[in-house]
């Protein structure tokens, strides 16, 4: 079996254009996704679900607006518009997507206190999602990542993934960024100084 793995990060409608958090040219990786799917062994997905009201959403929260920032028990959470809620059209996957062969969709932020970026863990950084275990039992070691947004939950995993000891590259084709105040410049620089390779 293989050791390599494919994880697609949150490609869903609410960050695509015309979604509530939408990330400029979402939509535009879909097709690069697709044939990386298509050759991949192992293919993972991720998938933001979050309950109504969720505490990362700025309408949560009186007098606040998305993209703002406030202390959580975690540390610093930006707010959010509402987005990907549980059982909504924005929450599912973007329609084009063949996602059929999929061995895992990993299901994160249904915490309603606390935001999940990483696959890997929530925004405390110590809640374990699972993933690592089951990456770890299914003796898969070496990750590429794809998805949406490059500097929020793309990096988020990919920094976590290197923690765990896990190789890791990041197609930058295939990803999207949000670059919320230079965002995007910090996150890759993290990405390449803790080893994870710039595709």
């Not at 097709?31 to 799917?37: A, D, E, F």
């Not at 997905?45 to 009186?62: I, N, V, Y």
């Not at 939950?153 to 290197?162: E, P, R």
């Given at each position: ?35 990386l799917i ?16 969720h505490?990362s ?14 202390d ?28 059929d ?7 994160k932020?249904f915490r ?17 999602t ?6 770890k039992?299914r003796?898969i ?8 947004a ?36 910090t996150?890759?620089g ?8 710039l595709?």
């Amino acid at each position: 079996m293989s050791s390599s793995a494919l994880i697609v990060i949150d490609l869903q409608n609410d960050f695509c254009p015309g979604g509530r958090l939408a990330v400029e040219g979402g939509h535009e990786i879909v097709s690069l996704v697709n044939g990386l799917i298509k050759s991949s062994d192992h293919v993972i997905l991720t998938q933001d679900w979050h309950p109504e009201g969720h505490s990362s959403f700025a309408s949560s929260h009186d007098g606040r607006e998305p993209f703002e920032t406030v202390d959580m028990d975690y540390g610093p959470q930006t707010l959010w518009p509402d987005h990907c809620v549980q059982g909504t059209d924005g929450a599912e996957f973007h329609p084009d997507l063949i996602w059929d062969s999929a061995e895992l969709v990993l299901r994160k932020g249904f915490r309603g206190a606390i935001d999940s970026y990483s696959a890997f863990f929530e925004n405390d950084h110590k809640t374990p999602t699972g993933l690592g275990g089951y990456l770890k039992e299914r003796g898969i070691k070496d990750l590429t990542l794809v998805g949406l947004a490059t500097d929020y939950c793309v990096a988020y995993s990919a920094l976590d993934a290197v923690k765990l000891g896990l190789k890791v590259a990041v197609r930058m084709d295939a990803c999207r960024a949000i670059d919320l105040g230079g965002s995007l410049e910090t996150m890759t620089g993290k990405m390449r100084d803790a080893g994870v390779v710039l595709k």
